[in-house]
């Protein structure tokens, strides 16, 4: 059975982790292949919105303990971490550089990897059913997938701490007070609202949302003065992209602009 499942509906692409049965937990194999949808979807032009999703009730388990407890047995658990986080480090780099907005939707548990994926999406949308949970605690593991870069730019180092060290678990509307979640919707609209949340995306300014998308990582680690730089160079190669042009013609002439692909 494939691990992961790809879907496209006009300028959307669906990744789907496909292992219901293990809440979608992942292995190297299963991280492989998602990395490589993320990077195909990133390639492609014609893609302006990625959703990453999960089937059954949950979003992503995180690393699959079965597979580790094999490795444990055989006394090769560093090579599976070692395999299992690159796999991992590569595949979150390629959703935080993506040129396009991605939307993470939760119909249940986020834990451990599965959270660190959630959180580097653009926009998350969870079911009411959803929860959020560190997770590595429980193993004694150490949090990889960026989830330490996450959660204390989001949260602040003190918040992040609390939810670290206690491996609280954060229902979905309490993940919605503290900004982790964006929407909180009842698990039967949460594929409608998905799907319409990511066409508003793929049919607004492609170009624009990828240069704010990357302004808003970098201003994590420059200055005032060097972000504004940035901001200046992005600003000025957006006025030569046809994107600006419509909406300027567009608010002028008093109508919803219908950007071009980028």
């Given at each position: 059975?494939?691990?992961?499942?790809?879907?496209?509906?006009?300028?959307?692409?669906?990744?789907?982790l496909?292992?219901?049965d293990?809440?979608?937990?992942?292995?190297?194999a299963?991280?492989?292949?998602?990395?490589?949808?993320?990077?195909?979807?990133?390639l492609d032009?014609?893609?302006r919105?990625?959703?990453l999703?999960?089937?059954?009730k949950?979003?992503?388990?995180?690393?699959?303990?079965?597979?580790?407890?094999?490795?444990?047995?055989?006394?090769e658990?560093p090579?599976?971490?070692?395999a299992?986080?690159?796999?991992?480090?590569?595949?979150i780099?390629?959703?935080?550089?993506?040129?396009?907005?991605?939307v993470?939707s939760?119909?249940?548990?986020a834990?451990?990897g599965?959270?660190?994926?959630?959180?580097?999406?653009?926009?998350?949308?969870?079911?009411?059913?959803a929860?959020?949970?560190?997770?590595?605690p429980?193993?004694?593991?150490?949090?990889?997938?960026?989830?330490?870069y996450?959660?204390?730019?989001?949260?602040?180092?003190?918040?992040?701490?609390?939810?670290l060290f206690?491996?609280?678990r954060?229902?979905?509307?309490?993940?919605?007070?503290l900004?982790?979640?964006?929407?909180?919707v009842?698990?039967?609209?949460?594929?409608?609202?998905?799907?319409?949340?990511a066409?508003?995306?793929?049919?607004?300014?492609?170009?624009?949302?990828g240069e704010t998308?990357?302004?808003?990582h970098?201003?994590?680690?420059?200055?005032?003065?060097?972000?504004?730089?940035?901001?200046?160079?992005?600003?000025?190669?957006?006025?030569?992209?046809?994107?600006?042009?419509?909406?300027?013609?567009?608010?002028?002439e008093?109508?919803?602009?219908k950007?071009p692909?980028?």
């Open positions: 059975m494939e691990t992961i499942a790809v879907d496209r509906a006009g300028a959307v692409l669906t990744i789907t496909q292992r219901p293990r809440l979608n937990a992942l292995d190297v299963s991280m492989k292949a998602l990395k490589e949808a993320i990077l195909v979807a990133s032009r014609s893609i919105a990625v959703v999703t999960g089937a059954g949950a979003f992503c388990a995180g690393g699959d303990v079965a597979v580790m407890d094999e490795f444990r047995t055989r006394g658990l090579d599976l971490f070692h299992l986080t690159g796999e991992m480090e590569a595949g780099r390629e959703l935080l550089t993506m040129p396009k907005p991605v993470a939760l119909p249940g548990v834990a451990g599965g959270l660190s994926l959630a959180l580097a999406a653009d926009w998350r949308i969870a079911s009411e059913a929860v959020l949970v560190p997770a590595f429980t193993l004694g593991a150490v949090p990889d997938g960026g989830l330490t996450f959660l204390p730019h989001y949260l602040g180092i003190g918040r992040a701490q609390e939810l206690q491996n609280a954060l229902p979905a509307a309490r993940a919605r007070e900004g982790l979640v964006h929407e909180v009842p698990p039967a609209d949460l594929a409608e609202r998905t799907r319409e949340r066409r508003e995306l793929a049919e607004g300014p492609t170009f624009a949302f998308k990357r302004l808003v970098s201003a994590f680690h420059e200055s005032a003065e060097s972000q504004m730089a940035l901001e200046r160079r992005a600003a000025t190669e957006a006025a030569r992209r046809p994107e600006l042009s419509e909406g300027i013609v567009a608010f002028r008093k109508r919803a602009p950007f692909p980028p």
